[in-house]
């Protein structure tokens, strides 16, 4: 991973420039090596209110098999209005025009070219051809408008053990994945167990790279390095028998990132920061809200374990003796900050909020073109936003059926 690190630290930012421009009401622009840097105030100004229900839907439960989706990946709009669904389960890509009425679907299950193992989204392009990517297979793979093959690119550049996720276009002619490398221990069994515990421990976690490609698969830069997500290193056995499991921390923060036409959004879920770069790769702002993150509390502890799920936690006294175990973990002090972004069509930045499990709504903090804070949008925390563009929100939503739907939904915005 000697590439990936040489890659980032032509980022790093040294010395202080001129001011910027005048600051907005409650945020203050500071130029440090020609990168703006926004820090807002925090408040509770409603930016914008999301209809309750869809303008449009598409899914059902029984019916055409366009219409049934199985893990749905990615909805984006493409250049003429159509709907482009990324569906994981059937490894499909489905064009539908604005009024939800299906023209095609293209892709399928498979190895083969134009196929997918684990198709992650698809996204249109200026020339109205479409990117889809596969995690599995760790492949690019282009099609035309209509959905005829136009090439596939393997991603290169990574070590074979490292886990890699694309995540979407980040400018005209790239595409922005993230790689979690993961280097073996040594195999001593006493040394073994140490070892991880040590490599996982809050910001001594492994990091993850955020790495820009060419549409034919071949590695461009590094756009940014953060601290990954902190594991709990158990063992059982011992010797030749022993065998070691890793357990996410809960409320341990994950970085996340998203990619548009326009460049590239990234936080580290830290803090509520977020660096922006744009369609040539360069780090131009930093948006940051003076707020820390909220301080975890054995509340929260308590609410994570009884909304898991967990087929273990069955009574209070499985759930007393989980949040006992959990409890010897190292767990953050705070909550995540930011779990993840989205980059609309006019260049505002919406941030999603780290959010307890089991809670009906989900707070996305919005900044404007220029890293101003503008507000916050409360969503329900069944729907999923994919994209926001034309003054509309498109997401998924799934009902207690477990039928996925796509929906796009108004935005209206408060005192315009």
């Known amino acids: 991973m000697r590439r990936i690190a040489q890659g980032f630290a032509a980022l790093t930012l040294f010395g202080c420039g001129d001011a910027g421009p005048p600051a907005a009401p409650g945020a203050e622009f500071v130029d440090s090596a020609g990168v703006t840097i926004v820090t807002s105030q925090p408040g509770d100004a409603v930016y914008a209110e999301l209809a309750l229900d869809p303008s449009l839907s598409i899914g059902v439960l029984e019916g055409p098999e366009e219409l049934l989706f199985d893990g749905i990946a990615t909805v984006v709009r493409d ?174 923060p994950d970085p996340s990132a998203s990619g548009s036409i326009r460049g590239v959004a990234i936080t580290g879920g830290r803090s509520y920061e977020v660096s922006v770069f744009d369609e040539t790769g360069a780090l131009n702002r930093i948006v940051r809200l003076a707020e820390a993150p909220t301080p975890r509390t054995d509340e929260h502890l308590e609410a994570y374990v009884r909304n898991s799920g967990n087929p273990f936690a069955q009574d209070e006294a499985s759930i007393r003796q989980m949040i006992a175990n959990y409890a010897e973990m190292p767990l953050p002090e705070s909550l995540p900050a930011y779990t993840d972004l989205r980059i609309a069509d006019n260049g505002e930045l919406w941030a999603r909020r780290h959010s307890l499990r089991g809670a009906s709504t989900v707070h996305w903090d919005v900044f404007g073109a220029d890293g101003v804070y503008l507000g916050r949008v409360e969503v329900p925390s069944s729907f999923v936003i994919e994209e926001v563009s034309s003054g509309q929100v498109i997401g998924v939503s799934r009902d207690e059926f477990g039928v996925e739907r796509v929906e796009v939904r108004q935005l209206t915005l408060i005192g315009r």
């Open 79 to 252: 250049g003429e209005g159509s709907l482009i669904v990324a569906d994981n389960g059937a490894g499909e890509i489905r064009i539908f025009d604005a009024e939800g009425n299906h023209l095609r679907s293209f892709g399928g299950r498979g190895e083969g070219p134009g196929e997918f193992q684990t198709l992650v989204g698809a996204w249109p392009l200026a020339d109205g051809s479409i990117v889809a990517a596969d995690r599995r297979l760790q492949r690019i793979t282009r099609f035309d408008a209509e959905g005829s093959l136009l090439g596939t690119g393997a991603l290169l550049g990574v070590d074979a053990m490292a886990m890699l996720t694309p995540i979407g276009i980040s400018g005209p002619e790239t595409f922005l994945s993230r790689v979690r490398p993961f280097t073996m221990p040594s195999m001593d069994p006493e040394s073994t167990v140490r070892s991880l515990e040590e490599a996982f421990e809050g910001d001594a976690a492994p990091p993850e790279y955020f790495l820009r490609y060419r549409l034919d698969g071949t590695l461009v830069d590094t756009l940014a390095q953060h601290p990954g997500l902190m594991m709990s290193v158990s063992a059982s056995g011992s010797g030749a028998e022993m065998s070691l499991s890793l357990l996410r921390v809960p409320f341990s």
